[in-house]
């Protein structure tokens, strides 16, 4: 998918999480709430006549003072206006236009990004008269809807769907053919400590490729007789940014580097273990469809005992159920312990991606399994599934034909897909399954 992004920015309770609940909702897309810390802070892709979009609410905060609370609409409006591609701006016609609303809209005036004046709560004809006082915040796009309805939503997604062109989805297509590779994590794990660990070898540099956004640079590498791009966040290298501090930042640049891989380092901080944060970062690399390696990194600073390692590692594999079967690796930049372990694990989890199961070899094993364990018999009926493959798509995704596809259930799916992991290396891998009326 591309790294298109889409920011709902507006003051609290115009109605910005609705708006993103039924975008993301109405299109059985995947809700990722990525917020951990900050209340409300939603992330989350949606899809638009098969176009797909990061979507963020910029959401909820909790502010105790009027200054303190305006500060940080400005703030949050900033940082979207670096970060997405385009920005609703939602109001509120019940309300009227509000002073918070008219410096917001001063702010969004001086974006060269698409910006569009959503004015929401127009739930019924009355309402569409009033809402005409919106024209005067001067923004040429107006969307007059009912969120909580969905009336007026389609003409919006229309419009967004339609900035996204084929453009923003081939960028980044120079470096197609080699393994990408992200850096991804909080804050001080030390991504940038890697990075300059690598880079320090600068012979093994063949160049430097702009990535998609301004946000991320892509630095091709020859290592272990192997070619590959790593994709690591601008604001990892520019380390004075002045929102370098905000988890949401954070948050904005792990996805867009994630959009243009196709493995994902996700570093940790082995004193502190794996956050909510980490683990919401890492469910999204994982619904997105990316390989995964896990780097327990500033390992020097754990006591560790004979079997530290190996309960720590339990530990974490329990954290990240239900997809555990990922590459852990514990290193130490500083020492420069295990760090081209790590980037041979994402090497091996890129291979592992790209694998293609023969279809007679896929049924030799897979058809076995169900045989020595077959699904439950629904309603008297025997669920029967006869034939496995699997599907030209970019991630690995198999198809099993069956008499009732809809009755075979989650315990049964978590079955085959441990037999598949346990039958081909699909370590660091999400694997899709889909049951189809044979
Ligand atoms: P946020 O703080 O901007 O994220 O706002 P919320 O999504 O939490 O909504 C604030 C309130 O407005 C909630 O009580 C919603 O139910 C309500 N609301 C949201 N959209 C609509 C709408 O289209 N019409 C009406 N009447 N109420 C809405
Ligand atoms: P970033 O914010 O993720 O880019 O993190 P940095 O690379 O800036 O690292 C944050 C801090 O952690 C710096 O003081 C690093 O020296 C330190 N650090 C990085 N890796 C290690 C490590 O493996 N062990 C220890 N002890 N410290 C580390």
Not at 97 to 109: E, F, G, N, P
Not at 426 to 433: A, T
Request: aromatic residues 8%.
């Amino acid at each position: 998918m591309s790294g298109f992004t889409v920011a709902i920015v507006g003051r609290p309770n115009v109605g910005k999480s609705t708006l993103f609940n039924r975008l993301l909702e109405q299109r059985k897309a995947i809700v990722d709430d990525v917020s951990g810390v900050t209340r409300d802070r939603q992330y989350g892709i949606a899809e638009w006549n098969g176009k797909t979009f990061n979507v963020i609410d910029t959401g909820g905060f909790v502010a105790n003072s009027e200054d303190v609370f305006e500060r940080e609409i400005r703030k949050q409006v900033k940082i979207a206006m670096e970060e997405a591609n385009v920005l609703l701006f939602m109001c509120d016609v019940t309300t009227g236009i509000t002073d918070l609303d008219a410096d917001v809209a001063d702010l969004l005036r001086r974006s060269s990004k698409p910006v569009f004046l959503v004015v929401n709560k127009v739930d019924n004809s009355e309402r569409q008269l009033e809402a005409a006082e919106f024209y005067s915040l001067g923004f040429d796009k107006l969307f007059f809807l009912s969120s909580i309805s969905g009336s007026g939503t389609g003409e919006l997604l229309d419009e967004v769907a339609a900035l996204i062109t084929d453009d923003a989805e081939q960028a980044g297509q120079a470096d197609a053919e080699l393994p990408k590779i992200a850096i991804i994590g909080q804050p001080n794990v030390g991504k940038s400590s890697l990075l300059n660990a690598l880079i320090g070898e600068e012979r093994n540099i063949v160049s430097d490729i702009p990535g998609t956004t301004r946000d991320t640079i892509h630095t091709h590498y020859k290592l272990f007789q192997k070619d590959f791009v790593l994709i690591d966040t601008a604001g990892v290298r520019r380390k004075a940014r002045v929102h370098e501090d905000l988890e949401f930042y954070s948050v904005i640049r792990a996805i867009k580097a994630m959009d243009e891989a196709d493995v994902c380092m996700l570093l940790l901080d082995a004193a502190k273990g794996i956050t909510a944060q980490d683990l919401s970062i890492f469910s999204l690399a994982v619904r997105k469809g990316k390989g995964m390696v896990i780097l327990v990194n500033k390992w020097d600073l754990v006591e560790k005992e004979t079997n530290t390692a190996r309960d720590y590692e339990k530990e974490l594999k329990q954290r990240l159920a239900p997809f555990s079967d990922v590459p852990i690796v514990f290193t130490s930049v500083l020492q420069k312990q295990r760090i081209f372990k790590a980037i041979e694990e994402a090497l091996r989890v890129y291979d592992n991606r790209q694998r293609k199961i023969p279809t007679s070899r896929l049924n030799d094993v897979m058809l076995k399994a169900i045989e020595a364990y077959h699904p439950p018999v629904v309603r008297g009926t025997p669920i029967r599934i006869k034939y496995v493959t699997q599907l030209p798509t970019h991630t690995p995704a198999f198809a099993f034909f069956c008499n009732l596809p809809d009755d075979v259930k989650q315990p049964y799916k978590n079955y085959l897909e441990n037999q598949l992991r346990a039958n081909f290396d699909f370590e660091g891998v999400p694997v899709k399954l889909f049951f189809r009326k044979k």
